[in-house]
């Protein structure tokens, strides 16, 4: 079969693994995007994943709490690495093989990053799981999936969001908000739309690395997707 997408970075926030709950990880939506994964691997995609942490910490909200940013930005780091586990683990009862690996180091669970063994894992058909952000505060995970995936040689990153594509406004307050079936990098800074943050969206511009927003929620998206069916928003130059 042949694929438009042979090395993809998946995005998901940590809040689409809460599913319906209000806190942590629902265990459906963990099924639900194991047995995606599952499927797109089987059909020989070499799939990298960051996933964001924000279902049980986001940096952010540090400041309320009286945590200074850095802290705060460390505890998010580790918050994703609780859900790369919960992934990966998922994703081995299902027969897939995987690493886990974190920008900061903890050996006992996950590997180190290495640019060069990270290749080759996803060479020999397992699935990747970058967890820890870029080890760095300041960085969301946005800009650690737009890192790695110029780092890995990504064909493009697959931002799963809740909506189907980019609109020209929130669709889910505005309801005359249409949708942009594929649109330039300048467009989106010009319009001021929120597809990732600047940092990680500049990165991925200045590369040529392309992005796809879809919505993850569907069951066939991703499938589709690598097979070449317009889903989602394109954005490229």
């Known amino acids: 079969m042949e694929l438009k997408y042979k090395r993809i ?3 998901l926030s940590g809040e689409s693994l809460m599913g319906k709950e209000n806190f942590g990880i629902d265990a459906d ?11 797109i691997v089987n059909l020989g995609v070499e799939v990298a994943i960051v996933i964001g942490g924000g279902n049980i910490f986001r940096g952010l909200q540090a400041k309320e709490s009286g945590i200074e ?8 780091m580790l918050a994703t690495v609780i859900n790369g586990m919960a992934l990966q683990g998922n994703l081995e009862a299902l027969g897939v093989y995987t690493r886990l690996i974190s920008s900061i180091e903890m050996k006992q669970i996950a590997e180190p ?4 063994r990270a290749i080759r894992h996803l060479e020999k058909g397992r699935v990747v799981i970058f967890s820890a952000g870029t080890g760095s505060p300041y960085f969301t995970t946005d800009s650690a999936a737009a890192l ?12 799963g969001t809740r909506v189907d594509g980019i609109y020209t406004a929130d669709p889910e307050k505005d309801p005359t908000a249409t949708k942009y ?6 467009k989106v800074i010009s319009l001021g739309l929120n597809v990732m943050d ?13 992005i796809v927003v879809f919505d993850v929620n569907n069951s066939k998206n991703l499938i589709n997707l690598v097979k070449g069916e317009s889903i989602g928003t394109l954005v490229e130059v």
């Open 148 to 159: 790695r995936a110029n780092e890995i040689n990504a064909d493009v990153i697959l931002k």
């Open 181 to 186: 079936d594929k649109i330039s990098f300048t």
């Open 113 to 116: 990053y290495i640019r060069r």
């Open 69 to 76: 940013r850095v802290q705060g930005d460390y505890m998010g």
């Open 198 to 210: 600047m940092t990680a969206f500049t990165l991925c511009k200045e590369n040529n690395l392309p």
């Open 9 to 11: 970075l998946l995005k």
């Open 29 to 39: 939506m963990l099924v639900h995007y194991a047995t995606q994964i599952k499927t």
